[in-house]
């Protein structure tokens, strides 16, 4: 005559029982309630942190490439007639064109680049000058399309004094609009029979963006590419080339075709090799959070040790008639250990919602913080974008569920089976 099979009715009846008995009575209530919360706490601040790292991340990443070059061509240094050596790139229309041509290439534009001062009714600031053309600084993402936009970007080089883009940390640091002119001072500036003086000119504000980037958006001007080059004294010749690819994260495979498109003078550097070691670390920092809250998490399901431990104990009387009645030690196991994976399996539940909750609504959640604390709690010059990213994956939440229910499943066995290996006559003798 077979057993009853496992998992069997009348054990979850008895394990259930035992859950919301009260103290009178011999039930642990409040360490079943310590251990409930604690699992979901745990669980809750794993997920939001893994929603919050996933978003940081991919709200870095998408601020690279959405206001960088994927890959950028530049020369190899070669010397010049007056004895000195140069990078500028003398070919660039040519070579702009091999690039373009290149398979996977989706956008290629060349660039003149410099650092210069900016002024306005006195205040200056250090700002970086990007010469490039209108048609390609509304290929890029970021700017075309950024966070918060004043004016238009069909104004950007138009006019008699063409006009210029700026970042909104520069106009806030400035305290210029649009329609205000910026100075712009060059120390490498015009070439005169007295050798060479600091260019200055002065240039009206057609388009103000915030590409959600800190240093971005505090310290990069736009200026047409034909003024640039003569700004900058680079008549004819760009400072490197910027490519855009189908697929960024294959930029490091792209590289060798677009180098030797480009030519035997030409270096490619990926955005990956300009920005590698911030996302190394990141990836460090992602593996060190999860084994610490791993440790929480472990540290929570603890409590259902030391709660099924008292259970155990103030139910041995029941355990030895259980015994007696005919139940095995295979349903005394599985009775104890119900007891603990249902504590483990709703306060994972409950974990798991409060941490999705917390990525989906965590806008208003931190403007609530941030108002408690009387702003600035969140400084983009610290963390290099403006605000606190959030993202839900399926592959974070599965984790944290499968950590949080391993650890509670494992942990019961071992009460559990204590419970199940103890003698019923000593468990009567004093009854």
């Not at 041995?316 to 009775?335: A, K, N």
Request: aromatic share 8%; proline share 5%.
């Amino acid at each position: 005559m077979s057993g009853p099979a496992p998992f069997s009715r009348f054990e979850w009846l008895i394990a259930w029982r035992y859950l919301r008995a009260r103290r009178a009575e011999g039930g642990v209530s409040v360490m079943t309630w310590i251990s409930l919360i604690g699992i979901t706490l745990a669980v809750f601040a794993l997920i939001a942190t893994l929603a919050v790292r996933s978003g940081f991340r991919e709200e870095f990443v998408d601020t690279i490439l959405g206001t960088n070059a994927h890959l950028t061509v530049y020369a190899v240094p070669h010397a010049t007639p007056g004895g000195g050596t140069s990078r500028v790139i003398e070919d660039h229309v040519a070579m702009t064109d091999r690039v373009r041509a290149v398979p996977g290439v989706v956008h290629a534009a060349p660039l003149v680049k410099g650092q210069v001062m900016a002024t306005h009714r006195g205040a200056n600031a250090g700002v970086e000058v990007y010469g490039i053309a209108p048609d390609d600084l509304a290929a890029i993402p970021r700017i075309a399309d950024p966070q918060e936009a004043e004016g238009t970007l069909a104004d950007f080089g138009t006019g008699d004094i063409p006009g210029i883009a700026i970042g909104s940390g520069i106009a806030r640091e400035l305290n210029v609009g649009l329609g205000d002119t910026l100075k712009l001072i060059s120390p490498d500036g015009a070439r005169t029979a007295f050798g060479t003086s600091p260019r200055v000119s002065n240039y009206p504000i057609v388009y103000i963006f915030t590409a959600g980037r800190w240093d971005i958006d505090r310290t990069r001007v736009y200026m047409p590419f034909d003024e640039a080059q003569v700004y900058f004294n680079r008549e004819g010749a760009a400072d490197e080339i910027e490519v855009m690819v189908a697929d960024p994260d294959d930029a490091e495979s792209m590289a060798l075709p677009i180098a030797q498109a480009a030519g035997d003078m030409a270096l490619v550097w990926t955005w990956k090799d300009a920005s590698g070691s911030f996302l190394r670390a990141l990836d460090m920092e992602d593996n060190v959070m999860f084994v610490i809250l791993s440790v929480l998490v472990l540290i929570a399901a603890m409590n259902i040790v030391s709660g099924l431990i008292m259970l155990v104990k103030n139910k041995g009387r029941d355990i030895g008639i259980l015994r007696t009645i005919g139940l095995t030690e295979g349903s005394i196991l599985r009775v104890f250990f119900i007891c603990g994976s249902l504590t483990g399996v709703v306060g994972t539940a409950m974990g798991v919602a409060l941490g999705c909750a917390f990525a989906i609504w965590i806008d208003p959640i931190f403007a609530i913080v941030d108002g408690l604390a009387g702003g600035d709690v969140w400084d983009p010059s610290i963390r290099g974008i403006s605000f606190l990213p959030a993202r839900l994956e399926a592959g974070d939440v599965l984790s944290a569920v499968a950590l949080s229910l391993g650890l509670s499943f494992v942990v019961t066995i071992f009460p559990a089976r204590r419970a199940a290996r103890m003698n019923p006559v000593e468990a009567l003798r004093y009854e």
